[in-house]
């Protein structure tokens, strides 16, 4: 017998790539440039906009990097979309992209701030969840946007341990955003642990889940650079869902998810709505209503224990809870139901009246999301149930199967919760990409706005939404007009 001859050598990466690796590794360096010539720097002016920056001392540098920056970093994203050469060249390009991004200052918001003062307001014994950062005394209140420095955290108890966890760590305030930040990088590397096995478990390359996920400029600029809590999020719902679609029906591997999904929970409430399909993912054998009702008491069990141990542990309670209903007090045309709501204020001022229509259109949306979900879920199960009953063993409910019906549920739940919610900040759009990126058979469609949705903030946290108010939400405003009637038309299938 001959021995084996060597494994077959990777095929060679083309031109193509190589060129999207470079330009956007030279995107990510302008667009640390740009952190450093104006990013959300602890003394710079707050309430700036897009004019007052170009005339600062280094404002046309610092907007021209910016721009040239995203263009790059977006392009080349964009060019690779249906999938880089292999999974650990997306691994490596992403890595190499985050390199200069994970040593600039913090950008596109100022939010890891207020994640600073929340941490410091409770390791200094104060409730984060009854007071403002302001009225416990924090002494980096001057970098907090004036918006978020009277309002109650609206973080569960995880993320709370984290941020006071970063206060102590990193001792003053240059410390405790560098602590964040590693905080932040822990939770993509678990979600990128993750990436892999759930591609698998749905059906889909690897090297494209990746790429998308983990690739975009979102991910670099506001996850890494601005190091929002998303990321902890994301990696811990991933991971959760990776438990269920790799040990379906197993007690302890439910309870373990719930566990995960519920941590996810407690950092973020959004990762609330993927529970559901995540029942649906841990099931193995046929869909009966019994076996939902037990399934889902497993992942019940582990999710409540989560909370209430999370909750116990930091002495907090549910306290974050009351905090969540200040997560809209800012109102920006990016969420669909506050552009219909600017709009029916325009409209009524135009015949001398005045609304109010904001709350009422964000109130309905709400509802509304609560119907979409229910629709989700149900056709999710009811698509499951069909396949499970089909006697025919080339489309009987396979393992592929079921992960990707529900992943993909879970993914759409997401999307309408980003969508329908009061407000949108470009970095919630990292939330859907990543079970999209595990399930979606095309990629523009959600592609496109999450590339658009880059453009949005400049490096020192101004939102472009804010000085585009009434153009933005008559646009947004018939883009949905349009979806609308486009889906209306469509044949159902």
Same mark, same amino acid.
């Given at each position: 017998?001959?021995?084996?001859? %060597?494994?077959?050598? %990777?095929?060679?990466?083309?031109?193509?790539?190589?060129?999207?690796?470079?330009?956007?590794?030279?995107?990510?360096?302008?667009?640390? &440039?740009?952190?450093?010539?104006?990013?959300?720097?602890?003394?710079? $002016?707050?309430?700036?906009?897009?004019?007052?920056?170009?005339?600062?001392?280094?404002?046309?540098?610092?907007?021209?990097?910016?721009?040239?920056?995203?263009?790059?970093?977006?392009?080349?994203?964009? +060019?690779?979309?249906?999938?880089?050469?292999?999974?650990?060249?997306?691994?490596?390009?992403?890595?190499?992209?985050?390199? $200069?991004?994970?040593?600039?200052?913090?950008?596109?918001?100022?939010?890891?701030?207020?994640?600073?003062?929340?941490?410091?307001?409770?390791?200094?014994?104060?409730?984060?969840?009854?007071?403002?950062?302001?009225?416990?005394?924090?002494?980096?209140?001057?970098?907090?946007?004036?918006?978020?420095?009277?309002?109650?955290?609206?973080?569960?108890? &995880?993320?709370?341990?984290?941020?006071?966890?970063?206060?102590?760590?990193?001792?003053?305030?240059?410390?405790?955003?560098?602590?964040?930040?590693?905080?932040?990088?822990?939770?993509?590397?678990?979600?990128?642990?993750?990436? %892999?096995?759930?591609?698998?478990?749905?059906?889909?390359?690897?090297? #494209?889940?990746?790429?998308?996920?983990? @690739?975009? $400029?979102?991910?670099?600029?506001?996850?890494?650079?601005?190091?929002?809590?998303? @990321? !902890?999020?994301?990696?811990?719902?991933?991971?959760?869902?990776?438990?269920?679609?790799?040990?379906?029906?197993?007690?302890?591997?439910?309870?373990?998810?719930?566990?995960?999904?519920?941590?996810?929970?407690?950092?973020?409430?959004?990762? &609330?709505? !993927?529970?559901?399909?995540?029942?649906?993912?841990?099931?193995?054998?046929?869909?009966? !209503?019994?076996?939902?009702?037990?399934?889902?008491?497993?992942?019940?069990?582990?999710?409540?224990?989560?909370?209430?141990?999370?909750?116990?542990?930091?002495?907090?309670?549910?306290?974050?809870?009351?905090?969540?209903?200040?997560?809209?007090?800012?109102?920006?045309?990016?969420?669909?139901?506050?552009?219909?709501?600017?709009?029916?204020?325009? @409209?009524?001022?135009?015949?001398?009246?005045?609304?109010?229509?904001?709350?009422?259109?964000?109130?309905?949306?709400?509802?509304?999301?609560?119907?979409?979900?229910?629709?989700?879920?149900?056709?999710?199960?009811?698509?499951?149930?069909?396949?499970?009953?089909?006697?025919? $063993?080339?489309?009987?409910? *396979?393992?592929?199967?079921?992960?990707? !019906?529900?992943?993909?549920?879970?993914?759409?739940?997401?999307?309408?919760?980003?969508?329908? +919610?009061?407000?949108?900040?470009?970095?919630?759009?990292?939330?859907?990409?990543?079970?999209?990126?595990?399930?979606?058979?095309?990629?523009?469609?959600?592609?496109?706005?999450?590339?658009?949705?880059?453009?949005?903030?400049?490096?020192?946290?101004?939102?472009?939404?804010?000085?585009?108010? @009434?153009?933005?939400?008559?646009?947004?405003?018939?883009?949905?007009?349009?979806?609308?009637?486009? *889906?209306? #038309?469509?044949?159902?299938?």
């Amino acid at each position: 017998m001959t021995a084996p001859g %060597p494994p077959f050598p %990777p095929p060679p990466v083309s031109l193509a790539a190589l060129r999207a690796r470079y330009a956007g590794l030279v995107g990510a360096v302008l667009l640390a &440039v740009a952190g450093y010539l104006g990013g959300a720097l602890p003394d710079a $002016p707050l309430g700036a906009t897009p004019t007052s920056i170009w005339r600062a001392p280094d404002g046309p540098a610092t907007l021209t990097c910016w721009l040239i920056g995203t263009m790059l970093l977006v392009g080349a994203w964009w +060019s690779l979309r249906e999938g880089a050469p292999s999974t650990r060249w997306a691994y490596v390009t992403a890595g190499l992209w985050a390199l $200069p991004l994970l040593v600039a200052p913090p950008m596109g918001s100022r939010d890891v701030y207020s994640y600073a003062c929340q941490g410091w307001t409770y390791a200094h014994g104060v409730d984060p969840y009854t007071v403002g950062v302001a009225a416990a005394g924090c002494p980096w209140l001057d970098t907090v946007a004036p918006i978020w420095r009277d309002t109650p955290a609206p973080y569960g108890p &995880v993320f709370m341990l984290l941020a006071a966890l970063a206060v102590s760590l990193g001792g003053g305030l240059t410390g405790t955003i560098v602590a964040l930040r590693v905080i932040a990088v822990a939770g993509l590397l678990l979600a990128a642990l993750c990436l %892999p096995g759930l591609a698998r478990a749905a059906g889909v390359p690897a090297r #494209r889940a990746v790429w998308l996920a983990l @690739a975009g $400029p979102l991910v670099g600029v506001h996850l890494v650079a601005g190091a929002h809590n998303d @990321a !902890v999020m994301l990696g811990l719902l991933l991971c959760g869902l990776l438990v269920v679609v790799r040990r379906p029906g197993r007690p302890a591997g439910l309870l373990l998810a719930g566990a995960l999904l519920g941590l996810a929970v407690t950092v973020k409430a959004s990762a &609330v709505v !993927v529970v559901p399909f995540a029942v649906l993912a841990g099931m193995p054998g046929r869909y009966t !209503v019994r076996a939902l009702l037990r399934h889902c008491g497993w992942l019940a069990g582990g999710l409540l224990a989560a909370l209430l141990v999370t909750s116990a542990v930091s002495g907090l309670g549910f306290g974050w809870v009351g905090g969540l209903t200040h997560s809209g007090d800012s109102e920006q045309w990016t969420s669909p139901p506050t552009a219909v709501g600017f709009v029916i204020d325009y @409209a009524g001022a135009l015949v001398g009246r005045d609304p109010q229509a904001v709350p009422v259109v964000r109130a309905v949306a709400l509802l509304l999301l609560a119907g979409v979900l229910v629709v989700l879920w149900w056709r999710a199960w009811q698509t499951l149930r069909g396949l499970s009953e089909v006697a025919a $063993p080339e489309v009987r409910c *396979t393992r592929v199967a079921r992960s990707r !019906v529900a992943l993909h549920g879970a993914a759409v739940a997401l999307v309408a919760t980003v969508v329908l +919610s009061p407000v949108f900040h470009p970095w919630y759009a990292t939330w859907p990409l990543a079970l999209l990126a595990l399930t979606a058979a095309r990629t523009t469609w959600f592609v496109l706005p999450t590339a658009a949705a880059a453009f949005l903030a400049l490096p020192d946290g101004t939102n472009l939404a804010r000085v585009t108010k @009434a153009p933005g939400a008559l646009a947004m405003t018939a883009l949905l007009l349009t979806v609308l009637v486009r *889906t209306a #038309r469509r044949r159902p299938r």
